[in-house]
Structures are given as C-alpha cells and as structure tokens.
Nanobody, 126 residues
Framework: QVQLVESGGGLVQAGGSLRLSCAAS????????MGWFRQAPGKEREFVAV????????YYADPVKGRFTISRDNAKNTVYLQMNSLKPEDTAVYYC???????????????????WGQGTQVAVSS
C-alpha cells in the first residue's frame, strides 16, 4: 500500500521558516516527479512546487518563488519543502503528491498526481 506522510507543519510567526517533509512508503518514487500543494480554508487546492524525478528541475508557483525550495532525497524516498519568509497568506494545509507517470519534469495539475498524503497544517501569524 502506497503511503505519503507529511510532517513538519506548525504555527510560526510571519517572517519565520518551516521545513516540511514527505516520506513515501510502499513504492519507490525515485522515478516520479513529486509536488507540494496547499489548501487554505474556503479556497481551492493550489499548486505550490514540483521537483522532477531526477531532481534536476524544479518549478514554483509565483506566490512562493524565491521563498520556498523543494528538494528530494531519493535514497530516503523523501521530499522536502523549505519555507522561508513565511507570510500569513501561506496559512494552509500542505499536501505532498506523487506523479502517476514516470520520468516527467514539471507537473502542476493536481489531476496529474496519483498519490496524496493526508496533509500537514501550516499556520502563520502576523
């Protein structure tokens, strides 16, 4: 059974940092792109960042460019999201997702992903 488990969320003041982790089990994701999405209360789930299966390519949503960094450690089957300079508008549940197709680079549509974690709450106070 494939599982993606996020961790690292919490409450932080504006300007602070958090590092989210997503540990995969039941499947090796080293050949698949991995992404992060978020969903704020009353809003649609939105794309945040993606890293290609090789780790060589990354792509970010405009609101997080320059502040967030996605990375992966294929040996640990884990993906990370380093979030710096956090803003109150970053408050959301953050979800990790695994691509359904091998060896793709940039995958931004939620429908493209076949595996999802349960989410981790990030709250940024002003």
């Amino acid at each position: 059974q494939v599982q993606l488990v996020e961790s690292g969320g919490g409450l932080v003041q504006a300007g602070g940092s958090l590092r989210l982790s997503c540990a995969a089990s039941g499947r090796t994701f080293s050949s698949y792109a991995m992404g992060w999405f978020r969903q704020a209360p009353g809003k649609e789930r939105e794309f945040v960042a993606v890293i290609s299966w090789s780790g060589f390519s990354t792509y970010y949503a405009d609101p997080v460019k320059g502040r967030f960094t996605i990375s992966r450690d294929n040996a640990k089957n884990t993906v990370y999201l380093q979030m710096n300079s956090l803003k109150p508008e970053d408050t959301a549940v953050y979800y990790c997702a695994g691509d359904r197709v091998k060896r793709r680079s940039v995958v931004v549509g939620a429908y493209e992903y076949g595996y999802w974690g349960q989410g981790t709450q990030v709250a940024v106070s002003s």
